[in-house]
């Protein structure tokens, strides 16, 4: 089992950038899909974008595509978000998911394994 643990999030005016972190702890991190997902105030969870094993395969939610990059790191045992060209409706409380095994399509339901506590993203117009 690994744990998880986000930074990276705070405040900046529409069309600016942050980067999200994810940090994780336990022996197994690299065998693990991880995603990114984010949950707006009086909305649903939402996935935002998922990476594999390897960093090799991404896959992004279309309403972040082309704008968000999802990496990973397994030497530093970490996981990134890059957010660019940030709109208002980007706000949200961003999480970092993962899966300890190969199931993608679980892993954009929500499914996951492991859960990080959450990192505010504030983007003002």
């Known amino acids: 089992q690994v744990q998880l643990v986000e930074s990276g999030g705070g405040l900046v005016q529409a069309g600016g950038s942050l980067r999200l972190s994810c940090a994780a702890s336990?022996?197994?991190?690299?065998?693990?899909?991880m995603g990114w997902f984010r949950q707006a105030p009086g909305k649903e969870r939402e996935f935002v974008a998922a990476?594999?094993?390897?960093?090799?395969?991404?896959y992004y939610a279309d309403s972040v595509k082309g704008r968000f990059t999802i990496s990973r790191d397994n030497a530093k045992k970490m996981v990134y978000l890059q957010m660019n060209s940030l709109k208002p409706e980007d706000t949200a409380v961003y999480y970092c998911?993962?899966?300890?095994?190969?199931?993608?399509?679980?892993?954009?339901?929500?499914?996951?394994?492991?859960w990080g506590q959450g990192t505010q993203v504030t983007v003002s117009s």
């Open positions: 990476i594999n094993w390897g960093g090799g395969s991404t």
């Open positions: 336990g022996r197994t991190f690299s065998n693990y899909i």
């Open positions: 998911a993962g899966r300890s095994d190969s199931s993608f399509s679980e892993l954009f339901r929500g499914e996951a394994d492991a």
